[in-house]
């Protein structure tokens, strides 16, 4: 077994990404915030467990799942090589980018190869991981977010913070002032009535966005799945954003992680029925679309895009790989279950994390896909209270707690881990070295059975003297927790008192009351 | 040394890790046994359920139901390989899916009438699959009003599995489970963002001895 600190570390905060508990700290103050995660995470959740209650085979499905990924990433460079021989002879263009700076320059190249200086963009949790938007506008090219939620964000210049509602921060005022407020400013600006019913808000948006899917020649995408033996990519979606970006511009440039591959056709049968009901808590989302190449005609008929290009990611997710305990985190299919079920992300939401996957699946992901070398990596692993309830809704059974005692390890002491495909070795995280030593001192009092009953009925003597919390170091620990009553006598005291003298007697230790 | 040959060394460096895994296919193949009939009662209710309209009708019906369906349409759209006869009573009229037609100019139109591939009946999901009777993707996507007829009993399946055997991928597919959706705004369902706000499915009787006009289940 394995040495397991479960205390917080203490690290400075930097002003970009504050250490998680600084940046939760702030977040739980927030009523409105708050309120608004309460009612999202718990409606979403109770819908789940009745969609996915309908399947009998449910575990089944979720045991087909997990193999069916573990396979893939067992045999990647296979799989990997197999989907490029079929995209390109489904007439597209693959391409790889080991990091986040490649893939971006890979995409505004393409982007600038057309001529055009704008794209429409569907959800995309791969371009925000490696900041695509940012990389454009500095290239002169505009891309604007064309889910519902994005666009919320994008207009209010905010951080997206859930996976699958990534405003659900934002009530229906604050996303009315949004909308009248930017819309102007990039196009079609919002009704000059515009009330903040759900149904107007999103009219807005529908007639502000079909402004730019009309006339749009660019559009970059993810992709939920790509199936190896086809070349067939598949990306699941509700409001037709989706489908128009696939559908109506004439290049279509997909950035996708290396790990959504899956072998066969086949195998999207059982991530159709877990990735809605997870998800949405659907029986399906409203639109799925799936496409091979630019069209079987090339887009000679005008269905679909006539260039198609695939840009396969890294981007640490090799590095992940290498960890034979964090790798089931590249199981994921992004469905955020466990962002519904999780009592730290309901009270501290997306923000707190740092990133563009919040949550459990984010406290795990992201440290392994950035290394642990920031203050709010080396935090993310403690972001959480090892209740389970991830584990037990994820549709492809990743272990995340068996995960975050993993990282937590590995911050507090150190350890080999493979950063840009090269095994180095990671120092113990500084914050820990004054636990380390307590750790030490107490392993030599334990040794030596005098010292320490000695040191007990001390403590027992001077307990009204105890403070509330420790100085120094010791106050990460207590500034959280209440720092246990020192007992008047020691258990120890006690047992020998109490029954090591009935045994002397030789009545039944089972016949006496309970101790006091 | 390229992108792709140094990921696929980390890979190979990486993947040296517990033994091949067997993949279980015990899961079930479809979610009960049903009659022709119960399944289309199905997919029925689980269109209804995702506030698509759903309507049924047997091939001497379908013109008049179709008709009826397009008033107040000033413009219908129909795909190449669309029977004849199935708009042969409707007044609206009738654009052509052209490779040439703009995205502004199918804007401009007011329905589309499809058929379709498969429809799922767990899942209330009809497949498109750019077929003759069906037309580019595009095409039921722009218009605001979309009517699918599906033939029942032989389009019909229970069950994903069984829709992905059915299916070519190497085809562009279009899964549609009711009409366009969000609930990014407080988790309040609003339909049609982008796609169709209307979407209406005729369940097309093509069995004459099942017998026309069934009425809906509850």
Excluded at chain 1, 150 to 171: C, F, M, T, Y
Excluded at chain 2, 89 to 98: G, I, L, Q
Excluded at chain 2, 181 to 205: Q, Y
Aim: glycine share 8%; aromatic share 4%.
């Amino acid at each position: 077994m394995t040495a397991v600190h479960l205390g917080m570390p203490a690290f400075p905060a930097s002003p970009a990404f504050p250490a998680f508990p600084d940046a939760a700290r702030e977040a739980v103050r927030d009523d409105v915030l708050r309120a608004n995660l309460r009612h999202a995470t718990h409606t979403i959740r109770d819908k789940r467990a009745r969609a996915v209650g309908e399947l009998a085979d449910w575990d089944r499905l979720r045991a087909a799942g997990k193999a069916v990924k573990d396979h893939t990433l067992a045999h990647l460079d296979r799989y990997l090589l197999m989907l490029e021989a079929s995209v390109t002879a489904a007439g597209g263009t693959v391409h790889w980018a080991a990091d986040a700076d490649e893939a971006n320059r890979i995409v505004t190249d393409l982007v600038l190869a057309t001529g055009e200086r704008e794209v429409v963009k569907v959800k995309s949790m791969a371009t925000q991981e490696i900041g695509l938007n940012e990389a454009l506008e500095a290239a002169g090219i505009a891309a604007y977010e064309t889910d519902l939620a994005e666009l919320i964000v994008q207009l209010g210049h905010d951080r997206p913070s859930h996976i699958l509602v990534p405003a659900i921060h934002r009530n229906r005022a604050e996303i009315r002032e949004i909308f009248t407020r930017e819309m102007g400013s990039w196009g079609r600006p919002a009704p000059a009535d515009l009330d903040d019913s759900p149904a107007a808000l999103a009219e807005a948006a529908r007639l502000h966005l079909r402004e730019k899917f009309l006339r749009a020649k660019v559009a970059v995408s993810g992709a939920n799945f790509m199936v190896a033996e086809t070349g067939t990519m598949v990306v699941l979606e509700s409001e037709g954003n989706g489908r128009m970006c696939l559908t109506l511009p004439e290049t279509l440039i997909s950035v996708v992680g290396i790990e959504k591959v899956v072998p066969t056709f086949r195998d999207l049968e059982v991530f159709l029925q877990t990735l809605p009901r997870s998800s949405t808590a659907e029986r399906m989302n409203p639109y799925t679309t799936m496409w091979t190449g630019p069209g079987p005609s090339k887009g000679a008929d005008g269905d679909g895009p006539s260039a198609f290009h695939l840009v396969l990611l890294d981007n640490g997710r090799t590095d992940t790989l290498a960890d034979a305990t964090g790798r089931q985190a590249l199981r994921c299919i992004r469905c955020s279950a466990c962002l519904n079920v999780c009592p730290v992300y309901e009270r501290a939401g997306g923000h707190a994390y740092g990133s563009v996957y919040p949550g459990p699946i984010g406290a795990i992901l992201s440290p392994q896909l950035r290394g642990t070398g920031s203050p709010i990596d080396a935090t993310l692993p403690y972001a959480s209270t090892l209740c389970g309830a991830c584990y037990e809704v994820c549709p492809v059974a990743i272990d995340i707690p068996e995960v975050l005692l993993h990282l937590r390890e590995r911050v507090a002491q150190g350890g080999p881990v493979t950063r840009r495909g090269i095994r180095v070795r990671l120092r113990p995280a500084h914050g820990h070295t004054a636990e380390r030593a307590a750790m030490r001192a107490a392993r030599r009092l334990l040794d030596h059975p005098g010292a320490l009953r000695a040191g007990e009925r001390l403590l027992a003597r001077a307990r009204r003297l105890a403070p509330r919390g420790l100085p120094g170091p010791g106050r990460a620990w207590t500034d959280t927790r209440a720092l246990p009553a020192i007992p008047a006598e020691s258990f120890r005291d006690w047992w020998a008192r109490e029954r090591g003298s009935t045994r002397e007697r030789g009545t039944s230790p089972r016949g006496r009351g309970t101790p006091r | 040394m390229s992108s792709k040959d140094r990921i696929l060394a980390r890979i190979r460096r990486a993947a040296s890790g517990p033994a091949d895994t067997e993949i279980p296919r015990d899961y079930l193949r479809v979610h009960g046994a049903r009659t022709p009939a119960e399944r289309a009662d199905l997919l029925a209710a689980h269109l209804t359920e995702y506030r698509a309209k759903v309507h049924r009708t047997d091939e001497d019906g379908l013109p008049l139901l179709l008709a009826r369906l397009l008033t107040g349409s000033r413009t219908v759209l129909a795909p190449p390989g669309l029977p004849p006869y199935w708009l042969s009573a409707a007044d609206a009229t009738r654009v052509h899916d052209r490779a040439a037609s703009t995205p502004a100019e199918l804007d401009a139109v007011d329905s589309v009438v499809t058929g379709c591939a498969l429809a799922i009946a767990e899942t209330g999901t009809i497949v498109l699959d750019g077929s003759p009777d069906q037309g580019r993707r595009r095409i039921t996507l722009i218009p605001d009003h979309h009517i699918c007829v599906v033939r029942v009993p032989e389009q019909v399946v229970d069950s994903v599995p069984e829709a992905l055997e059915r299916l070519d991928p190497t085809r562009p597919l279009t899964w549609i489970s009711g009409p366009s959706a969000t609930s990014d705004i407080e988790l309040d369902r609003v339909e049609g963002v982008h796609g169709p706000r209307t979407l209406e499915i005729v369940l097309l009787d093509t069995d004459a001895q099942w017998g026309p006009c069934l009425p809906m289940s509850p």
